[in-house]
């Protein structure tokens, strides 16, 4: 064996320069500019150097003599800032060519160390960068005890640094990085207080609200899918999914949010299953996508003797299509029910779009209580897990207890038979791992809103006169709970683990002393 040389390092260096100006005036109008010259390594030398510039105003109106008059009013601020940021979390080297050791290359007859070439490299990265736009309203009133924010913003992230899908046929290394996307948020936050004291009570309530809307607004290109004419009068079905988008059950396309859910709709009939002629309805199957009933099933069976196609078991029968299985709808309308080319996007992430929160604190003669509500809404939860929701068994696994006490059964032979369960909205049970119900549809999507009982804390703080003889200053004594309690209709473990399997937030409780001296 030849000894081989071995042993690596890198290098990077960046070179900042920026500056500050402020501006007040009167205590009304406030003024601050920011810029910053940013160089980093990681790009070419034409590249490699980027401005960042910031601007931020505000104006006081409760300071205008003309809002003087207004004794109500404490404090009442109008903002507006703009700013732009750099990113350059890239590779040290990735805008050059670079070589990699082979210990196998062959020369003549033997197997030499050498050098090949390393990736693709992109000479052409610039800095990603990141433009933000807040607009915001401050105030408080009634000697302070209402005060809040309201903020509007916008969000533009352009020139991403992403590393495209190249096919592995066209070479054997991965596409270069790539200025390459453009993603927005924009959305709105809002905070209320109001503080106040009733007699020896004081005590105070706030809640906050938030609304983001994200969407990819640059990528590869729009999708285009449909049905296009041939030249022998035939038509073909077309979609350039692969080509303009990423990702599987989660994509990334523009004009859709970062990763939205990409599965099959629940097929949803009106239930009148034939037309008045007697043939089969398309649209008049189970209204919630399962086939349940013997009218379900024969509606089922019309389909199929007339051509159409249930994917992915294509078949009726306990080991294809039966009672309690899911069908699918077919969005292209080439009469195939549940194919890939049905597949649709669901306007929904694992990313919630609202956050909210409710605050409250009180205290007493010495008694301190505060409780802290969060929430979230707007999302999704991909969660179909064996041993907890899912109706496929096999052997070695169980499965979950909402799913054992209450699944879909019904036996056509036997219809008195006590286990039937007509209206169950989990499907029957099955040792078929290919079941009509494996496949990524809207089925294995679950609402995951939630309001979280955060944190709950009550506390006594001794009188001074007792603790003072003692020589302390100050001796408090609390108890509090975190994760107390979930108000949500998900019924997994938890709906902040965002995807169903993971480890959930605990439950924690905790008695505490705060001593000052």
């Not at 050498?114 to 992109?122: A, D, E, H, I």
């Not at 073909?236 to 999914?241: I, P």
Request: charged share 20%; aromatic share 14%; glycine share 10%.
């Amino acid at each position: 064996e030849p000894d081989y040389i071995d042993g690596s390092t890198t290098e990077f260096s960046s070179r900042s320069i920026f500056g500050r100006v402020t501006y007040t005036y009167d205590s009304r109008y406030l003024f601050e500019a920011n810029v910053r010259y940013d160089g980093s390594s990681r790009f070419s030398p034409e590249n490699r150097w980027g401005i960042f510039p910031s601007f931020s105003a505000g104006w006081r109106l409760s300071e205008e003599k003309f809002m003087k008059k207004l004794n109500w009013l404490d404090n009442l601020k109008l903002r507006v800032s703009w700013g732009r940021l750099g990113n350059n979390s890239i590779g040290n080297y990735e805008w050059q060519a670079v070589y990699a050791t082979a210990p196998h290359y062959a020369f003549g007859n033997k197997e030499v160390p050498g050098l090949g070439m390393g990736s693709f490299s992109n000479y052409n990265l610039e800095w990603e960068t990141t433009t933000v736009t807040n607009l915001g309203i401050d105030f408080s009133m009634l000697k302070n005890r209402l005060s809040g924010t309201v903020e509007v913003y916008n969000k533009l992230t352009d020139g991403i640094l992403y590393n495209p899908t190249l096919s592995p046929t066209l070479s054997g290394f991965s596409s270069p990085r790539q200025n390459i996307a453009e993603v927005t948020n924009k959305g709105l936050e809002i905070t209320l207080g109001w503080n106040d004291r009733i007699g020896s009570v004081s005590y105070g309530i706030s809640g906050n609200f938030s609304y983001n809307k994200n969407e990819v607004t640059k990528y590869k290109g729009e999708l285009v899918r449909g049905w296009q004419q041939n030249a022998d009068g035939s038509s073909t079905y077309y979609t350039n999914l692969g080509e303009v988008s990423t990702g599987d059950l989660q994509r990334v396309l523009e004009g859709h949010m970062i990763n939205e859910f990409y599965v099959l709709n629940v097929y949803k009939g009106n239930r009148n299953y034939f037309n008045a002629d007697g043939t089969v309805n398309p649209k008049g199957g189970p209204s919630d996508g399962m086939i349940r009933t013997e009218d379900d099933m024969k509606w089922l069976q019309a389909m199929t003797n007339a051509g159409y196609k249930f994917y992915p078991k294509q078949g009726i029968g306990k080991s294809n299509i039966w009672y309690g299985d899911i069908i699918y709808a077919d969005l292209d309308g080439d009469g195939i029910y549940g194919d890939d080319d049905d597949k649709d996007f669901q306007g929904y992430s694992k990313t919630p779009k609202y956050y909210f929160g409710f605050q409250t604190n009180l205290s007493w003669k010495g008694i301190d209580f505060s409780m802290n509500w969060a929430g979230a809404a707007g999302f999704k939860i991909n969660w179909y897990q064996s041993g907890e929701n899912s109706s496929i068994t096999w052997f070695g696994y169980g499965i979950g207890k909402d799913v054992a006490y209450d699944h879909y059964f019904y036996d056509p032979e036997n219809p008195n038979d006590p286990r039937t369960n007509l209206t169950s909205a989990n499907p029957r049970l099955t040792m078929d791992k290919a079941a009509q119900v494996s496949v990524s549809g809207q089925h294995i999507l679950h609402n995951g809103n939630y309001l979280k009982l955060k944190n709950l804390t009550v506390g006594y703080t001794l009188p001074k006169d007792w603790v003072q003889k003692v020589c302390m200053q100050n001796v408090r004594v609390y108890v509090s709970g975190e994760n107390l309690l979930t108000i949500t209709k998900f019924k997994g473990i938890d709906p902040e683990m965002m995807s169903g399997v993971g480890y959930a937030p605990m439950r924690q409780y905790a008695f505490g002393v705060n001593v000052t001296f």
